[in-house]
């Protein structure tokens, strides 16, 4: 993979970029609106989402993007307050955010786990849910659904 390669790759991750109010819909709880903001890293090589939830049983946490330099894939490195360390595959094309979580990394792999979100037309509103199975051979269950809705502040620009 060439440079500017990559540097389309990247590109394509520019829709996520600012601040988003994170809405949960977890089964039986009321949940508040929590806080995601992703923005650029060193110098535009990395994607770094950082994620508030206002609720003491869900964690706090920090992602960062990157995209392999040999193959233009995309992996998404995960972290939270509970100390939980994992790494996800991710694609996103087409307005369609997919993150893959089936192999144990550095958090042992008691289930399978993956997200998949849909970007709205006017980019400001991605509509998604995270899915699990509980073993390997296990059919994927709806865990929760999960909504970006963009922030948008006066006049600040959002880009690299």
Same mark, same amino acid.
């Given at each position: 993979?060439?440079?500017?390669? @990559?540097? &389309?790759?990247?590109? @394509?991750?520019?829709?996520?970029?600012? &601040?988003?109010?994170? #809405?949960?819909? +977890?089964?039986?709880?009321?949940?508040?609106?929590?806080?995601?903001?992703?923005?650029?890293?060193?110098?535009?090589?990395?994607?770094?989402?950082?994620?508030?939830?206002?609720?003491? &049983?869900?964690?706090?946490?920090?992602?960062?993007?990157?995209? *392999?330099?040999?193959?233009?894939?995309?992996?998404?490195?995960?972290?939270?307050?509970?100390?939980?360390?994992?790494?996800?595959a991710m694609t996103f094309a087409d307005?369609?955010?997919?993150?893959?979580? #089936?192999?144990? *990394?550095?958090?042992?792999?008691? !289930?399978?786990?993956?997200?998949?979100?849909?970007?709205?037309?006017?980019?400001?509103?991605?509509?998604?849910?995270?899915? +699990?199975?509980?073993?390997?051979?296990?059919?994927?269950?709806?865990? !929760?659904?999960?909504?970006?809705?963009?922030?948008?502040?006066?006049?600040?620009? #959002?880009? @690299?």
């Open positions: 993979m060439d440079a500017t390669a @990559r540097r &389309e790759a990247l590109e @394509r991750l520019d829709v996520l970029v600012g &601040e988003w109010v994170v #809405e949960a819909g +977890l089964p039986g709880v009321d949940v508040p609106a929590g806080r995601s903001v992703f923005e650029w890293a060193l110098d535009g090589s990395f994607l770094v989402q950082r994620n508030e939830v206002p609720v003491p &049983e869900a964690p706090d946490s920090m992602a960062i993007i990157a995209v *392999d330099p040999e193959t233009g894939a995309y992996t998404q490195h995960y972290f939270d307050s509970r100390g939980v360390v994992r790494v996800y307005g369609v955010w997919e993150l893959l979580r #089936e192999e144990a *990394d550095f958090s042992p792999l008691s !289930f399978r786990q993956r997200f998949t979100g849909r970007v709205s037309a006017d980019g400001d509103t991605i509509r998604g849910g995270w899915e +699990l199975a509980k073993d390997g051979a296990a059919a994927w269950e709806k865990d !929760f659904e999960l909504t970006y809705r963009r922030k948008h502040s006066g006049g600040t620009d #959002e880009t @690299r």
